[in-house]
Nanobody, 123 residues
Framework: VQLQASGGGLVQPGGSLRLSCAAS????????VGWFRQAPGKERERVSCISSKDGSTDYADSVKGRFTISRDNAKNTVYLQMNSLKPEDTAVYFCAADPRLFRLWVQFEGDYWGQGTQVTVSS
């Protein structure tokens, strides 16, 4: 069982990145998936989530209008398209999966967590 986050890197302010969260070893389409991030010295915070059932989405206020989450169940992958990046978006980004969206999005708990990918926004 594995969640593999990828796609991070160094980008200038205003730039874009697309993160991927690839799943293996479990029934992916039955799981909600969330993206979280943690900057040095700060607590982990939610970024975005997508449900398993109807693909409904939610976003932290800080990323609304700039980030878009999507999923491709045929590829067992969730994407996070990040546009208009700001220096304050700099963090390690993690993906997580759980059958229960509430548990994932509200309680920050998930059956599976990826290893994280570094996003650095700097000129």
């Amino acid at each position: 069982v594995q969640l593999q986050a990828s796609g991070g890197g160094l980008v200038q302010p205003g730039g874009s990145l697309r993160l991927s969260c690839a799943a293996s070893g479990f029934t992916f389409d039955g799981y909600a998936v969330g993206w979280f991030r943690q900057a040095p010295g700060k607590e982990r915070e939610r970024v975005s989530c997508i449900s398993s059932k109807d693909g409904s989405t939610d976003y932290a206020d800080s990323v609304k209008g700039r980030f878009t989450i999507s999923r491709d169940n045929a590829k067992n992958t969730v994407y996070l398209q990040m546009n208009s990046l700001k220096p304050e978006d700099t963090a390690v980004y993690f993906c997580a999966a759980d059958p229960r969206l509430f548990r994932l999005w509200v309680q920050f708990e998930g059956d599976y967590w990826g290893q994280g990918t570094q996003v650095t926004v700097s000129s």
